[in-house]
């Protein structure tokens, strides 16, 4: 079975002058992901780049200061703030419990069973209220209710979400 891509964190901002980088972890991260030498993808112009985990240190509990081979200076870090950091895993590897966290859902894409629209692909994952997810369409501006009653199908290969969404909320 073919690796898929899980968000394993978001670039918060640089940190000092020399491309350091300010990492928020899902909660879906493991250390390893961000070890010295670990390869993370970040979706630049559509295509998953490859990057090298230089160094790695701990900021609290879910916030890591990292460098990536790759980037040298505050300029090209600050090109990556808000991107998301990828990392291949085995689909086997998942949770036996079937459920992806809604961040781990970054980067898919929004499918509605019954228009057959594609929505678009999740960009983000915001809490408007406590408890009440939605997902951010890239792009768009859209929210889209994070609801497990109206999420059909998560298919990882494919990078798809299907979901089962109120009449007229694909148009809006």
């Known amino acids: 079975m073919e690796a898929v891509r899980l968000a394993v964190g978001t670039i918060i901002k640089p940190h000092g002058i020399k491309g350091e980088l300010n990492v928020m972890m899902t909660d879906r991260a493991e250390a390893d992901d961000f070890a ?15 990057f090298f985990v230089g ?19 505050e300029r090209q870090a600050a090109e990556l703030t ?7 895993v085995d689909p086997a590897e998942l949770d036996d419990d079937d ?6 859902l970054i ?13 678009g692909r999740i960009a983000d994952v915001q809490e408007l209220t406590p408890g009440c997810w939605y997902f951010v369409i890239e792009g768009t501006g859209k929210l889209i209710p994070a609801v497990d009653e109206m999420i059909l199908d998560i298919d990882p290969e494919r990078r798809q979400v299907t979901m089962d969404l109120p009449r007229g909320l694909a148009e809006l």
């Open 107 to 119: 980067g898919y894409e929004v499918i509605d069973q019954s228009s057959g629209l594609e929505i």
């Open 55 to 73: 160094t790695m240190r701990s900021r609290g509990a879910d916030s890591l200061l990292i460098t990536l081979d790759e980037i040298t200076d």
């Open 36 to 50: 010295p030498g670990a390869c993370l993808f970040i979706e630049i112009e559509g295509l998953d780049v490859p």
């Open 82 to 88: 808000g991107k998301t950091l990828y990392a291949m």
């Open 99 to 104: 459920e992806l966290t809604a961040g781990a």
